[in-house]
């Protein structure tokens, strides 16, 4: 401050007189903290992933047509999904006829069970998280 005193902290916390002329720092604290959120799941969370394990979490096992007929998918869509949580153990596959029609029946892995629910977890931390806010 210019041609005024003012107050000066010290290191040891006492409170002094400034001379005047002198500029005292102050150093402004932002009341807002930034959100820390949990990094979610990026393999589950897309919606067609996310649809597919939990309709599985739910059921023993799904044809590939009871899925694609649940999220309303097209085969090749539903394809590429599936493959991306096989390569990632989160699901496991199963192709063999019935007759002479071939079927591919889909069952949740317990590794892809953990990650629901820890998918789940991070979810419901940011439901809070945005709800305190």
Known sequence: ???RASL???KSG???MAKPRE???VERVSAA???ELPELDRLIHERIRLGIVSALATNESLSFNDLKRILKTTDGN???HARKLEEAQYIACAKFF???VPRTEYRLTTPGRRALAR???QMEEWIRVTRDE
């Open 14 to 16: 006492k409170v002094a």
């Open 119 to 121: 998918y789940l977890d």
């Open 1 to 3: 401050m210019v041609g």
């Open 98 to 100: 019935e007759g002479r």
């Open 8 to 10: 000066q902290h010290s």
């Open 33 to 35: 903290r930034p959100m």
């Open 23 to 25: 500029r005292v720092a």
């Open 78 to 80: 539903l394809s590429v």
